[in-house]
């Protein structure tokens, strides 16, 4: 089955910097967009940042757009996430997702498998 395991969160003071992983099994990785979502205390759930299968087109919100870069290596099966100049508000449990498909839909409505999320805290 889908298996989707986050990894590298913890502890970063405002400005620093973070790289999150996701390592995927259970399915053809390298046939699906992957993006990773997250949910801050009290809010929902925020698409965050999606790459295409091939990894030729990556995609951001407005709030991260600038200071996280996505990225996968299909021979591996993971995809990365990483983040810098990071600030309080990035503060959040982030989530990894299976697309639907090999293209990227930027709401979490098109997403059919999630991990349990790695936690993340930007804080002095």
């Known amino acids: 089955q889908v298996r989707l395991v986050e990894s590298g969160g913890g502890l970063a003071q405002p400005g620093g910097s973070l790289r999150l992983s996701c390592a995927a099994s259970?399915?053809?990785?390298?046939?699906?967009?992957m993006s990773w979502a997250r949910q801050a205390p009290g809010k929902g759930l925020e698409w965050v940042s999606g790459?295409?299968?091939?990894?030729?087109?990556?995609y951001y919100s407005d709030s991260v757009k600038g200071r996280f870069t996505i990225s996968r290596d299909n021979a591996k099966n993971t995809v990365y996430l990483q983040m810098n100049s990071l600030k309080p508000e990035d503060t959040a449990l982030y989530y990894c997702?299976?697309?639907?498909?090999?293209?990227?839909?930027?709401?979490?409505?098109?997403?059919?498998?999630w991990g349990q999320g790695t936690q993340v805290t930007v804080s002095t």
């Open positions: 997702a299976k697309g639907r498909h090999s293209i990227v839909i930027l709401t979490t409505n098109g997403y059919d498998n």
């Open positions: 259970g399915f053809f990785f390298s046939s699906y967009a």
């Open positions: 790459i295409r299968s091939d990894g030729s087109d990556t």
